[in-house]
């Protein structure tokens, strides 16, 4: 494992840091776009995020159709401008899907390509037994360290018990979960099973709740194990929401780890933060419609930005959905202060280069 994950980038892993999920970028004919593709890198780089996550569902998972063959070269084109542009402790997250055989493959690709670990998503296992599903991520574990991924069922994840997870967080390769159950009793089955592992200090984790972004990351979980009390936090976040205003995600996350180390009370802005990410969130994410529009709305602040000429995904019937173009208008206009369209504007031309 250290030969993929070198100390510095387990450090960071640990401390916490900024993961956006990485868009694709296509042209108006559904084919990719190298050099927009490029730029996203480039900006979540200078954005200061510590990480990147490529081939998630975020980046479609259409990119693994055999009619587009799109995964090795997506997850190829982030690697060269990490190579050439990112800090040494840079995190390289490949997304791993599908069923025993085409996770290992992935897990593979990913590991030869440069990446440090694979979000493993389980979607694919739906009716699989908990021996199954362990079966499964530990033989991607056996190739790639792991990021588990609890993915909502509104988006195709598997409901799983407190049982799986208590049993995922003794396996030996995982080192992170990224957290993406939208429902607290979900959450807290995760991390009590951590709390109650001896692992606890070993594996990391990173929000995915769109909804609850902060208070996740401001939030001391303790659990009382045997005849001690043990705390879990979330150290950072690997989001989709994270993919737009990447500037001010870094800025955040600073302040909610500095305002959790403090161990004072929460300062009430950081309280109504919450709600305003959520906001925005509800607009980029569009649960108003079962979350049809979620990609879409994060490409529609990307063409704003003019980082993307438009919205398109691989799938025509993935756009934006009735009014959601207002509400991103709307949060536009409530929330300046979460925007980084400045920051953007000043480097734009050099990212696109």
């Known amino acids: 494992m250290h030969e993929v994950m070198p100390r510095s980038v387990r450090n960071a892993l640990r401390r916490g840091v900024v993961i956006p999920a990485h868009p694709l970028a296509v042209t108006e004919e559904r084919r ?5 593709q490029r730029a996203l890198s480039r900006y979540y780089i200078a954005a200061g995020a510590g990480g990147l996550a ?3 569902h975020t980046t479609q998972f259409e990119i693994r159709d055999p009619a587009y063959g799109l995964y090795e070269p997506v997850l190829g084109l982030a690697a060269e401008v990490m190579n050439r542009e990112a800090p040494p402790d840079f995190i390289r997250i490949a997304g791993i899907c599908g069923r025993t055989a085409q996770a290992t493959g992935e897990a ?6 440069g990446y440090h670990a694979g979000l493993l998503s389980l979607t694919a296992m739906k009716g699989a037994t908990d021996d199954a599903l362990i079966a499964h991520c530990r033989a991607v574990a056996d190739i790639i360290p792991v990021m588990g991924f609890y993915l909502q069922p509104a988006v195709g994840g598997l409901l799983l018990s407190y049982g799986f997870w208590r049993r995922f967080v003794e396996l030996e390769g995982v080192v992170a979960i990224k957290i993406a159950a939208f429902n607290r009793y979900h959450t807290l089955d995760v991390i009590r099973a951590l709390a109650e592992s001896d692992r606890h200090d070993d594996i990391t984790l990173y929000t995915g709740n769109d909804d609850n972004i902060v208070m ?9 194990c045997g005849d001690s009390r043990r705390s879990v936090r979330f150290k950072g ?7 737009v205003w990447t500037r001010g995600a870094v800025a955040l996350l600073q302040e909610c780890q500095g305002a959790s180390s403090a161990c004072e009370p929460v300062a009430q802005h950081l309280l109504t933060r919450s709600i305003e990410v959520t906001d925005c969130n509800a607009a980029f994410f569009d649960p108003a419609h079962g979350f049809a529009g979620c990609i879409p709305g994060i ?3 990307l063409r704003r930005q003019g980082l993307l000429e438009g919205t398109w995904c691989l799938n025509p019937d993935e756009k ?5 173009y207002d509400e991103i208008s709307r949060v536009y206009q409530a929330y300046p202060h979460l925007n980084d369209d400045r920051f953007v504007a000043e480097h734009r031309d050099e990212w696109l280069r």
């Open 32 to 36: 990719l776009d190298e050099r927009r």
């Open 54 to 56: 490529v081939g998630v």
């Open 108 to 113: 593979g690709t990913a590991r030869s390509l």
């Open 216 to 224: 996740d990351l401001l939030t001391e979980h303790a659990f009382q």
């Open 237 to 243: 976040g690997l989001l989709g929401h994270w993919a």
């Open 299 to 301: 490409h529609e602040v």
């Open 320 to 324: 934006l959905s009735p009014g959601q």
